[in-house]
């Protein structure tokens, strides 16, 4: 039985697909995300993105939102990934519906976070009027950056490979 079975009833769904890796497991990280579709975009691209960081040696796991869930466990990841898709304009609910509801927000004060949404519109659009959904909620942060997916780049190795890279370079440096 996995850790998060054992106390996280909610993330139960999520426990086969814990990745990990034995480089470097000082660094625990977790992927909190939402979306209304099951193997969408936002799907693949945060098993993309697990993939990828735990090729760094990071400890990687992800769990789907809740909006009234308990998030205190998040206190014990280092690294945090934000992301979701938008819908009539909105950042998918469950994720903006815990950011604001739930004690995440307490959770992921002073953590180092970042973030990103999958959207159609273009990406200046996106990071004036989606990423701040986000941000707006956050206390303290240390973002260590952001990113705007396109659907068609959620299967684009190329921009998956770029956004961890941005993560691990800006992990580094903030240490
Ligand atoms: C019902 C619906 C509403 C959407 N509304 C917006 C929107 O307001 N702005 C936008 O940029 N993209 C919008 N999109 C595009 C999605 O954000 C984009 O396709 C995203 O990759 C979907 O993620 P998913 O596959 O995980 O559901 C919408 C998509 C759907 C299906």
Do not use: W
């Amino acid at each position: 039985m996995s850790y998060y079975s054992m106390t996280f009833p909610f993330l139960r769904n999520f426990t086969d697909q814990i990745m990990s890796s034995n480089i470097n497991k000082d660094t625990k990280a977790i992927i909190l995300y939402d979306s209304q579709s099951v193997g969408g975009s936002t799907d693949r691209l945060i098993d993309s993105i697990g993939r990828k960081l735990a090729e760094t040696g990071a400890y990687v796991e992800k769990a789907r939102c809740k909006a009234n869930a308990d998030y205190s466990f998040v206190k014990e990841f280092d690294l945090v990934v934000l992301g979701a898709p938008i819908y009539y304009l909105l950042v998918a609910s469950e994720l903006s519906g815990a950011l604001s509801r739930s004690n995440l927000k307490r959770a992921l004060k002073g953590k180092k976070i970042a973030m990103f949404v999958t959207c159609g519109s273009p990406e200046p659009m996106a990071q004036f009027l989606y990423l701040p959904q986000i941000k707006m909620h956050l206390d303290n942060p240390v973002i260590l950056t952001e990113k705007v997916f396109s659907p068609d780049q959620a299967s684009d190795p190329s921009a998956v490979a770029d956004f961890v890279n941005d993560i691990t370079a800006a992990f580094g440096k903030s240490c």
